[in-house]
Each structure stands twice: as structure tokens, then as C-alpha cells.
T-cell receptor, first 112, second 114 residues
Framework: QQQVKQSPQSLIVQKGGISIINCAYE??????FPWYQQFPGKGPALLIA?????SEKKEGRFTISFNKSAKQFSLHIMDSQPGDSATYFC???????????FGAGTRLAVHP | ETGVTQSPTHLIKTRGQQVTLRCSSQ?????VSWYQQALGQGPQFIFQ???????GRGNFPPRFSGLQFPNYSSELNVNALELDDSALYLC?????????????FGDGTRLSIL
């Protein structure tokens, strides 16, 4: 059973464009929604995170939009750059002991 | 500030063998979680250690076990290795287990089973 569904699997964006990655979840008990960025040969790096009492959070070129009623959240990368080319994972936090459940990932390629 | 470090970076084993992977948590972090990332997939939670005790476990068999030491470093042990155990094993540390405690990942150990 897939608790976090992430789409698309892959995404190609031109330099300067907007990259949008979506995630949907089932369990309303999830209480923390981070996005991680992973480059080849590296571990995931925390990019930005949101809690369910906020509908949007922006940090630089990265924005999370959160729709609690629809049980969906998305990552927007504004002015996408070739250096943003990486795999992006959404995650949800489950339980009191800070366990993360990850989506399957989106491979983003930003073309110059 | 030193981040999460894992060793070794790569390891090759054969079926049936045992392996130990190591993780040093980020300074000031007392909680360590282990994840398995198969090729092309998202990380899957194995278990978490807090103050030297297992504090939660994912859907992994008992042949996956761990330890946390007084300095908060941790080991992941896998017995009776199977081909499906081939994956990137990631360690993540956090300042605690509770609310709003972001997890910071190391670069992982790539384990290949022949």
C-alpha cells in the first residue's frame, strides 16, 4: 500500500521555467511534510518543509503549497536552473518517533 | 559542524554473509534513523534509535538489527544477506524524536550482494 503518491516520475523543464512536483497522501494523522533533494551518489538533503497548519511556505526559489482538505502538497521551483537537476522526494512524517515515509521520487532535468 | 558520516561508502558481499554498517551522527543529535533505498525508489524506514534504545521499526525482518552507542553513533547489522538487500543504506540523525526535528542524511553505504 502506497501511503505517499508522487508525480510525475520525471520532469524536463527549460532554464528559467517553473518546476512543479505533486504529492498526495492518505493518512490525515501525518503532521510534517518535507521535501528532499538528492544528487547522484549523495544522500537526500532537506530542502523545505511545511506543517499542516500553514497553506504555503516559501524559501528563496522553492515554495511548498499545502491543501489539507485534498490531502495534497506540491513543490514549486521558480526560475529553475541546470543546477537544480536532481531527484526530488516528498515525505510525510508518521508517528511520534519521527519516522519518514517517502514518495517514489521525481527526476528533474533542467535544460539550458 | 560535522554532518552525518557513514562508512564504508561501498561494500560487496555474497549471499548468506553478514554485514555491519556504521554511522556517526551530526554533532548534538541524539537520534539516528536507518533507511534502505533501492535503486530508483524512495528511502524506506528500517528503524530508529534514541538514547541507545530502538524507538520504532519499519517492515523489515529481524535479521536487520542495530545498535546505538553512548556517543550516539550507530551500527546497522544485516545477517543472512539476500540478493534483494542490495541497496543504498542511509543513516539520518536529528536533535530528538519529537515535533519539528528535521532529519539530516549521510551519503550512505552502497551494498551490493552477489
Amino acid at each position: 500500500q502506497q501511503q505517499v503518491k508522487q508525480s510525475p516520475q520525471s520532469l524536463i523543464v527549460q532554464k528559467g521555467g517553473i518546476s512543479i512536483i505533486n504529492c498526495a497522501y492518505e493518512n490525515t494523522a501525518f503532521d510534517y511534510f518535507p521535501w528532499y533533494q538528492q544528487f547522484p551518489g549523495k544522500g537526500p538533503a532537506l530542502l523545505i518543509a511545511i506543517r499542516p497548519d500553514v497553506s504555503e511556505k516559501k524559501e528563496g526559489r522553492f515554495t511548498i503549497s499545502f491543501n489539507k482538505s485534498a490531502k495534497q502538497f506540491s513543490l514549486h521551483i521558480m526560475d529553475s536552473q541546470p543546477g537544480d537537476s536532481a531527484t526530488y522526494f516528498c515525505a510525510v512524517r508518521s508517528g511520534g518517533y519521527n519516522k519518514l515515509i517517502f514518495g517514489a521520487g521525481t527526476r528533474l532535468a533542467v535544460h539550458p | 559542524e560535522t554532518g552525518v558520516t557513514q562508512s564504508p561508502t561501498h561494500l560487496i558481499k555474497t549471499r548468506g554473509q553478514q554485514v555491519t554498517l556504521r554511522c556517526s551522527s551530526q554533532s548534538g543529535h541524539n537520534t539516528v534513523s536507518w533507511y534502505q533505498q533501492a535503486l530508483g525508489q524512495g528511502p524506506q524506514f528500517i528503524f530508529q534509535y534514541y538514547r541507545e534504545e530502538e524507538n520504532g521499526r519499519g517492515n523489515f525482518p529481524p535479521r536487520f538489527s542495530g545498535l546505538q552507542f553512548p556517543n550516539y553513533s550507530s551500527e546497522l547489522n544485516v545477517n543472512a544477506l539476500e540478493l534483494d538487500d542490495s541497496a543504498l543504506y542511509l543513516c539520518a540523525s536529528s536533535p530528538g524524536t519529537g515535533d519539528n526535528q528535521p532529519q539530516h542524511f549521510g551519503d550512505g553505504t552502497r551494498l551490493s550482494i552477489l
